[in-house]
T-cell receptor
Framework: NAGVTQTPKFRILKIGQSMTLQCAQD?????MYWYRQDPGMGLKLIYY???????DKGEVPNGYNVSRSTTEDFPLRLELAAPSQTSVYFC?????????????FGQGTRLTVV | RKEVEQDPGPFNVPEGATVAFNCTYS??????FFWYRQDCRKEPKLLMS???SGNEDGRFTAQLNRASQYISLLIRDSKLSDSATYLC?????????????FGQGTRLTINP
């Protein structure tokens, strides 16, 4: 049981490049979230999904896209990278079908846009 | 007004001291509250859930005050290993979907 797995751990992008941050969970959780964390700040919600085929915008969705074709995977896409997207990105999942609403996080992706 | 607000600190306290953090939330529909711990350059991990009137786990006590919409975290007999950032989290059912809203985090350093 690996929990939540994020790849890559680190990435440097040039302005205008695109990339996909991968997130996979093997706990059969229905809810999945993408957050970004800027230095010295809390986590801001980018996008979330309540189940396969359903996604919705969070607090800071501009510049990002997501898809949820399976329960396990929730990739985050950056189409035209900008310096403002330099941040640490965390994926999380929660099982809201049970009584335990603990959020499990991936180890994060440190993205630098230059 | 931010949905979840915390004093960012930093708090610097000597080992063995008692330290308390407060957190306020603005969404009265929030039902569940949590404290997460985040070590430097690591992912957040659940420290404690806070339900109804609060709960205790060893040296850690979390309290919830629904009337004033704040939660608190008390750490007794602090250890060097308690140094971390503590994130206050509130959840709320919005438009049929449950979201977790994180505070900015409070940075704590325990000094020997």
């Amino acid at each position: 049981n690996a929990g939540v797995t994020q790849t890559p751990k680190f990435r440097i992008l040039k302005i205008g490049q695109s990339m996909t941050l991968q997130c996979a969970q093997d706990m059969n959780h229905n809810y999945m979230y993408w957050y970004r964390q800027d230095p010295g700040m809390g986590l801001k919600l980018i996008y979330y999904s309540v189940g396969a085929g359903i996604t919705d915008k969070g607090e800071v969705p501009n510049g990002y896209n997501v898809s949820r074709s399976t329960t396990e995977d929730f990739p985050l896409r950056l189409e035209l990278a900008a310096p403002s997207q330099t941040s640490v990105y965390f994926c999380a999942s929660i099982d809201l079908a049970g009584t335990n609403t603990e959020a499990f996080f991936g180890q994060g992706t440190r993205l630098t846009v230059v | 007004r931010k949905e979840v607000e915390q004093d960012p600190g930093p708090f610097n306290v000597p080992e063995g001291a008692t330290v308390a953090f407060n957190c306020t939330y603005s969404n009265s529909a929030s039902q569940s509250f949590f404290w997460y711990r985040q070590d430097c350059r690591k992912e957040p991990k659940l420290l404690m859930s806070v339900y109804s009137s609060g709960n205790e786990d060893g040296r850690f006590t979390a309290q919830l005050n629904r009337a004033s919409q704040y939660i608190s975290l008390l750490i007794r007999d602090s250890k060097l290993s308690d140094s971390a950032t503590y994130l206050c989290v509130a959840d709320a059912l919005i438009q049929g979907a449950q979201k977790l809203v994180f505070g900015q985090g409070t940075r704590l350093t325990i000094n020997p």
